[in-house]
């Protein structure tokens, strides 16, 4: 899998690289800062990158990479992996391309209480945004969620509109993970299984949104 990373280099100047597999040398977007060049750019799996740094030439960006603007990026490929809890014994409930929203909304999960694992992969349309410092935010939040990357947790989620850091974790095809265990109200209700909570009493559940992800 591709890492992305902020490359720095001692010495300002300008950035090119050459590409092995057809010995072109490429424009490459760069800027100095402090006595320092920077290239953000994305390492492949068991890949070799080489860069110049020509300290005898002004740095020359490509494009300028907006500065305090966050830019959102595109998240695609939704799956939603649903571990109900009722009575009869959970059941599973596996959900491709479902849009994000209250379970109550969603034919099949009408009912069900219990633990969505929702995941998303990122599309990178511009290299240049892989590794930047990254947040997610989650929106509308009907339970508690948790969010994680490759098995590394992130953080944790109990109210409407958490944003969650992310580091420099962001490359193009990563799967975020977003697990989200909701109330059982509304298990109860579906079953009937108590005098507690009348038939119009269910609450949201889910994962409801919008969730962004954001660099700058």
């Given at each position: ?41 994305s ?5 070799v990158?080489?860069?110049e ?64 694992r929702y ?27 948790v ?56 609450q ?13």
């Open positions: 899998r591709s890492v992305g990373v902020r490359l720095t280099f001692e010495g300002v100047g300008r950035v090119r690289e050459l590409e092995l597999s057809s010995g072109r040398i490429l424009a490459t977007p760069h800027a100095a800062q402090g006595g320092r060049t920077s290239v953000p750019t390492i492949p799996a068991l890949g990158r080489v860069f740094l020509d300290l005898t030439t002004e740095p020359e960006p490509v494009v300028d990479l907006p500065q305090d603007d966050a830019v959102e990026l595109t998240l695609e490929a939704w799956h939603l992996r649903v571990l109900s809890e009722e009575p009869a014994g959970p059941r599973t409930i596996e959900l491709d391309g479902v849009a994000l929203g209250d379970w109550r909304k969603i034919e099949s999960l009408g009912g069900v209480s219990g633990t969505g995941t998303v992969r990122v599309a990178l349309r511009d290299e240049r945004l892989a590794g930047l410092p990254a947040r997610i935010d989650l929106g509308a939040l009907a339970g508690s969620a969010v994680s990357i490759g098995g590394r947790i992130f953080g944790t989620a109990y109210v409407d509109d958490t944003v969650i850091d992310l580091g420099d974790s962001i490359t193009d095809g990563i799967e975020i993970e977003i697990e989200v265990r909701t109330a059982l109200r509304n298990a109860v209700i579906e079953a009937d299984i108590s005098d507690l909570f009348d038939q119009d009493s269910s949201p559940q889910g994962l409801i949104g919008p969730v962004r992800l954001l660099v700058n």
